[in-house]
């Protein structure tokens, strides 16, 4: 069983930067891929990046290559997603996940954080 907190989220402009973080608790996170998705107003929830369990590989959404960054710490099992250049769009609530393997489909995720509001305001 994983149990996983996000942090990090808050309002900010348009161009600016945020950090996320999200902890796990239970023994096995290291053994675990871990992604990131985001779900705005009225949208429904879509991926954002990925991260394989020994952090050798990584995925990212198009729109996102190139401002997102996705790392993890097994020792202190976090995962961090770094946002940067943000834009309006940007804006949603943001899930981190926990499953087998990296993937883009949320269904091969086993265990959900409860998410962490990001407002990029124009």
């Known amino acids: 069983q994983v149990q996983l907190v996000e942090s990090g989220g808050g309002l900010v402009q348009a161009g600016g930067s945020l950090r996320l973080s999200c902890v796990a608790s239970?023994?096995?996170?290291?053994?675990?891929?871990m992604g990131w998705f985001r779900q705005a107003p009225g949208k429904e929830r879509e991926f954002v990046t990925a991260?394989?369990?020994?952090?050798?590989?990584?995925d990212y959404a198009d729109s996102v290559k190139g401002r997102f960054t996705i790392s993890r710490d097994n020792a202190k099992k976090t995962v961090y997603l770094q946002m940067n250049s943000l834009k309006p769009e940007d804006t949603g609530v943001y899930y981190c996940?926990?499953?087998?393997?990296?993937?883009?489909?949320?269904?091969?995720?086993?265990?959900w954080g409860q998410g962490t509001q990001v407002t990029v305001s124009s």
């Open positions: 996940a926990a499953g087998v393997a990296i993937s883009r489909t949320e269904f091969e995720y086993d265990y």
């Open positions: 991260i394989r369990w020994n952090g050798r590989s990584t």
């Open positions: 239970g023994r096995t996170f290291s053994s675990y891929a």
